[in-house]
């Protein structure tokens, strides 16, 4: 029985789990929020490290086998820290299964719902020099009772023009959570 148990140790030490990093760009939490479903989803199969941008920058990526990364949009564009994280590490992004998505309002509707036919994606993917092996996009929310002033009425003009909701008293989540779960499955090992 000595034997057996011993053996079983080399084994188990021999078996390591694959290393994955989520790396998010969030502005109000909700991208955050979709990594963290991701993370649930992956760690059922692979090691997870999940952190912000800010917390990325002086991480090694080599040590990870998959890296993923995940912004939101605010005003059309994505923060500048994720193109300069990008021209960073794009070495190592490029020697990794590597994957990445966006959150945005417009993905709200059907039409603007997929990596060929998201503008924000078509504009990452123009602006960034990078090549993800996966590429997926989701809805965001709408909290509007928790934006600054400045803020809660620029995005309700910006619904108003694009006939999205208007009220400032609610917040609209708009993600597809089967979706997220279904793109998180398509990086498991």
């Known amino acids: 029985m000595r034997a057996f148990y011993k053996n079983s140790q080399v084994f188990w030490r021999k ?21 963290d479903k991701i993370e649930m989803t992956i760690s059922k199969s692979d090691q997870v490290d999940a952190m912000s941008i800010d917390d990325a920058l002086n991480k090694d990526l080599a040590t990870y086998d998959k890296i993923i990364i995940g912004a939101s949009i605010r005003y059309g564009n994505y923060r500048p820290s994720l193109f300069q994280f990008i021209r960073d590490n794009k070495n190592v992004l490029e020697s990794k299964m590597s994957a990445f998505f966006s959150v ?16 924000y994606m078509k504009k990452f993917l123009r602006k960034s020099s990078w090549e993800p092996n996966h590429l997926g996009v989701f809805a965001g929310r709408l909290d509007f009772p928790n934006y600054k002033f400045t803020d809660k009425y620029i995005i309700k003009f910006i619904m108003w023009i694009t006939k999205g909701p208007t009220n400032t008293n609610k917040t609209y989540e708009f993600t597809n959570w089967d979706d997220v779960d279904a793109f998180a499955k398509k990086l498991i090992s």
Not at 15 to 35: A, E, F, N, Q, R
């Open 104 to 119: 945005n309002i417009v993905a709200r509707k059907p039409e603007k719902n997929t990596p060929d036919t998201n503008p």
């Open 15 to 35: 078996v390591k789990m694959p290393s994955t990093l989520i790396v998010y760009s969030s502005v109000d939490g909700h991208t955050k929020k979709i990594c």
